[in-house]
Every structure is written in structure tokens, then in C-alpha cells.
């Protein structure tokens, strides 16, 4: 069973950035879209940003202008920069591969506290 992992979540004060990582095995980052979701406590998991094997890009409204999706295939990795971040961007961030198969990772836990 594969799983993502991520990486680069922590406590940070209000309008800080945080930078998020993912570093799926194999080829699973050149062929698929890769995506991050989130959860907050008592919500459902929710897309955040999204990247197609081809660069196109697409943003949650809630996020657009403040987080940027990027992915280096020459380090296999995925990264979600996040800027200006609001308390209500509190969740377990994850990691998410849609290729020929599915794939999800762990989760790393993102906090937005004064």
C-alpha cells in the first residue's frame, strides 16, 4: 500500500507563512494531478489547491491569492506555499495523488494561533 507523506506543517501566528511538502515514490508525481486537501475538526476534508501533470493549476476561492501549488518532477516533490495565513486555515493538510490509482498520505497538522 502506498502512502504520501508530508511534510512541513507546525504552529505559526496569524499573516505567518508556512511551506508544505510531499514526496510521493516512483512516478507517481510526473503522472498524475496532485492535490492538497484539508480538514478542520468537524468539517468534511475539502481541495485547497490543485496541479495537473501538465502545470495547469486551480485554487479553492478561500485560498486563491495567499497559497501557491507548484511541483519540481526533478525532485519529486510536491509543495504548497502558504502565505498570510488566516486562524481559519487551521486543519491536517494532506497530500493526494489521482493517476491510475488514488493515493493519499498521512496528513500533517497546520496551526494558525496568536
Known amino acids: 500500500q502506498v502512502q504520501l507523506v508530508e511534510s512541513g506543517g507546525g504552529l505559526v501566528h496569524p499573516v505567518a507563512s508556512l511551506s508544505l511538502s510531499c514526496a510521493p515514490p516512483?512516478?507517481?508525481?510526473?503522472?498524475?494531478?496532485m492535490c492538497w486537501y484539508r480538514q478542520a475538526p468537524g468539517k468534511r476534508r475539502e481541495l485547497v489547491a490543485a496541479i495537473s501533470s501538465g502545470g495547469t493549476t486551480q485554487y479553492a476561492d478561500f485560498v486563491k491569492g495567499r497559497f501557491t501549488i507548484r511541483r519540481e518532477n526533478a525532485k519529486n516533490t510536491l509543495y504548497l506555499q502558504m502565505n498570510s495565513l488566516k486562524p481559519e486555515d487551521t486543519a491536517v493538510y494532506y497530500c493526494n495523488a489521482a493517476g491510475s490509482n488514488v493515493y493519499w498520505g498521512q496528513g500533517t497538522q497546520v496551526t494558525v494561533s496568536s
Open positions: 516512483g512516478s507517481i508525481l510526473s503522472s498524475s494531478t
